[in-house]
Every structure is written in structure tokens, then in C-alpha cells.
């Protein structure tokens, strides 16, 4: 069955292969983490295929990959469809973002770094008429957290469980609590 499974993928992605942009930094960033993350053994080709075809959040993060290359989104998601409660309307996204758990979670950042992890039920967006936040290289932000506003989080950091940040975080620091405060 699995072998199957595989195989279905792998013709579904036929009809997106000449498509795809194997020379784009981001999207080799996020394929490699992805496949790391998984533990996908196979070629890149093989992997690509695996992950749109099993993991929604992906099909979210290809497609905005994509966004500025209209015709080519639209085909992408007649033959994989997006995670409907995933939001990702960022201004840049650097490569490597994992997310884990999509559901129910809104991306809306000015900029987000390389190698970020994003979970379920986050929400990074803007605080009434104030702009969005930048997050740095290499941050966590943990199930049900809340990023509002013009701030920044540095790189390293990480975002506990339902905190809501509406302040600066420095580097390497450790948030939670709401309003979100410094954790040892």
C-alpha cells in the first residue's frame, strides 16, 4: 500500500514538475528541512512529491513560494489542495519554514527569517493600526502563541505555549506567560 501510495504521488507531481523552480534558494531551504523534520530518505524529486501529496502545511508554504506566478498557483492547487484554516500572507519568508499543525493559524509578518518553526493555532499579525512584526533566524513560536504589532523577535528565540508578545523579544530569549515575559 505504501508503495502505491507513492507511486499516485509521484505521477500527481508529473503535471507540476516543469513548474517547479529547483534553482530557488527558499524553496531548497524548506524542502531540505521538511525532508530532514519527516525523515524522508528519498531523492528531492521523490520527497517533493511525498510531502504535497501528505502534508497540508507544505501545500500552503509551496503555494505562497509560488505567489507571484499566478497561472502556475492556480494549477498547483487543482491537484493539491491547501489547507484551508493556514493563512500565509507574509511580505518575505525566508527558507527553511517548518509548520507543524497548521490548523487554525494565521502568518501575517513583515518578514520572517530562515529556519523558523511555526505551530498550530499561532497567530503573527497586526495590533489595530499598527504594522506587522519582523521575526529573526531560527524561532520557535510554540501552539496557540499570539504576535501582534511593530515589533521584533530576535533571532533564536522562542515563544511559548499561548503567549501574546506585544513587545520586543531579544535573542535566544524565551517568552510565555500574557502579556508574554521573560522565562528563565
Same mark, same amino acid.
Given at each position: 500500500?505504501?508503495?502505491?501510495?507513492?507511486?499516485?504521488?509521484?505521477?500527481?507531481?508529473?503535471?507540476?514538475?516543469?513548474?517547479?523552480?529547483?534553482?530557488?534558494? =527558499?524553496?531548497?531551504?524548506?524542502?531540505?528541512?521538511?525532508?530532514?523534520?519527516?525523515?524522508?530518505?528519498?531523492?528531492?524529486?521523490?520527497?517533493?512529491?511525498?510531502?504535497?501529496?501528505?502534508?497540508?502545511?507544505?501545500?500552503?508554504?509551496?503555494? +505562497?513560494?509560488?505567489?507571484f506566478?499566478?497561472?502556475?498557483?492556480?494549477?498547483?492547487?487543482?491537484? +493539491? =489542495?491547501?489547507?484551508?484554516?493556514? +493563512?500565509?500572507?507574509?511580505?518575505?519568508?525566508?527558507?527553511?519554514? +517548518?509548520?507543524?499543525?497548521?490548523?487554525?493559524?494565521?502568518?501575517?509578518?513583515?518578514?520572517? /527569517?530562515?529556519?523558523c518553526?511555526?505551530?498550530?493555532?499561532?497567530?503573527?499579525?497586526?495590533?489595530?493600526?499598527?504594522?506587522?512584526?519582523?521575526?529573526?533566524?531560527?524561532?520557535?513560536?510554540?501552539?496557540?502563541?499570539?504576535?501582534?504589532?511593530?515589533?521584533?523577535?530576535g533571532?533564536?528565540?522562542?515563544? /511559548?505555549?499561548n503567549?501574546?508578545?506585544?513587545?520586543?523579544?531579544?535573542?535566544?530569549?524565551?517568552?510565555? /506567560?500574557?502579556?508574554?515575559?521573560?522565562?528563565?
Amino acid at each position: 500500500m505504501k508503495k502505491i501510495t507513492e507511486i499516485l504521488a509521484c505521477i500527481r507531481l508529473l503535471l507540476i514538475l516543469p513548474g517547479v523552480r529547483w534553482s530557488d534558494e =527558499k524553496f531548497r531551504m524548506d524542502l531540505q528541512r521538511w525532508k530532514q523534520i519527516q525523515d524522508i530518505k528519498q531523492g528531492d524529486k521523490q520527497a517533493l512529491a511525498l510531502l504535497l501529496w501528505r502534508m497540508p502545511e507544505f501545500r500552503n508554504l509551496f503555494i +505562497y513560494r509560488n505567489r507571484f506566478r499566478r497561472l502556475f498557483r492556480n494549477w498547483i492547487k487543482l491537484w +493539491y =489542495k491547501p489547507m484551508e484554516t493556514l +493563512y500565509i500572507v507574509a511580505g518575505e519568508i525566508g527558507g527553511g519554514l +517548518y509548520i507543524q499543525h497548521g490548523f487554525a493559524t494565521m502568518i501575517s509578518a513583515k518578514s520572517i /527569517g530562515d529556519n523558523c518553526w511555526i505551530n498550530q493555532q499561532v497567530t503573527i499579525g497586526y495590533k489595530g493600526a499598527e504594522g506587522a512584526p519582523v521575526i529573526g533566524n531560527g524561532v520557535m513560536i510554540t501552539c496557540g502563541a499570539k504576535i501582534l504589532g511593530d515589533i521584533s523577535i530576535g533571532d533564536n528565540a522562542v515563544i /511559548g505555549a499561548n503567549a501574546v508578545v506585544i513587545r520586543d523579544v531579544e535573542p535566544g530569549t524565551v517568552m510565555g /506567560g500574557v502579556p508574554a515575559h521573560k522565562l528563565k
